[in-house]
């Protein structure tokens, strides 16, 4: 069973347009939420990051909303730019010294 | 920003022979990760590693595999003996174990067990 859910598998929009991201978490023990984002050939990144005592993240044109009730985060990327096309990854853990677990990723296309 | 460099990032082994992949982590940092992904599937923790022990390892952390960083050198993952079911793309990992709980991952070393 799969700890962290994303969805969709691949996004396509159009750039300005807003992106949204859905992830959900199986685990209540988990008390960091990153996301990754990847490039091809290139080492996953860390984006931006939220703990469960917050339920809105921002960071330039990167946003986390998050539901600890429902157990569900989502990341919007509003202005959405070519250069953002990547894939990102949703991971969760229950602190730095254990592992992070990861979605299957979602693969945003952002055409001009 | 900080780079953890993985050495080689490819490598193509036979089946029952011995591999050991290299990670160069970050220099102050305290914490070491394997992650493995196979293709179309999301990266697994396999184990992380801190003060020269193994402190978590996930059930994919098989037997035949082991982790060391002797005299703080290369942090290595050494599969003996591979297997088909190891090839993948193996992802090193480290973070500095303090609030800052980042973790900065290499490229990736490409494994191909035939």
């Known amino acids: 069973q799969q700890q962290v859910r994303q969805s969709p598998q691949s996004l396509t929009v159009w750039e300005g347009e807003t992106a949204i991201l859905n992830c959900s978490y199986e685990d209540s023990t988990f008390d960091y939420f990153p996301w990754y984002w990847q490039f091809p050939r290139e080492s996953p990144a860390l984006l931006i990051a939220i703990r469960p005592v917050s339920n809105k993240k921002e960071d330039g044109r990167f946003t986390i909303f998050f539901n600890k009730r429902e157990k569900k985060l989502s990341l919007h990327i509003t202005d959405s730019q070519p250069g953002d096309s990547a894939t990102y990854f949703c991971?969760?853990?229950?602190?730095?010294?254990?592992?992070?677990?990861f979605g299957l990723g979602t693969r945003v296309s952002v055409f001009p | 920003g900080p780079k953890v460099l993985q050495i080689p990032s490819h490598q193509i082994i036979d089946m029952g022979q011995m591999v050991t992949l290299n990670c160069d982590p970050v220099s102050n940092h305290l914490y070491f990760y394997w992650y493995k992904q196979i293709l179309g599937q999301q990266m697994e923790f396999l184990v992380n590693f801190y003060n020269g022990k193994v402190m978590e390892k996930s059930k994919l952390f098989k037997d035949q595999f082991s982790v060391e960083r002797p005299d703080g050198s290369y942090f290595t993952l050494k599969i003996q003996p591979t297997a088909l079911e190891d090839s993948a793309v193996y992802f090193c990992?480290?973070?500095?174990?303090?609030?800052?709980?980042?973790?900065?991952f290499g490229k990736g070393t490409r494994l191909t067990v035939v």
């Open positions: 991971a969760a853990s229950v602190n730095y010294a254990q592992g992070l677990t």
């Open positions: 990992a480290s973070s500095p174990g303090t609030a800052n709980t980042e973790v900065f």
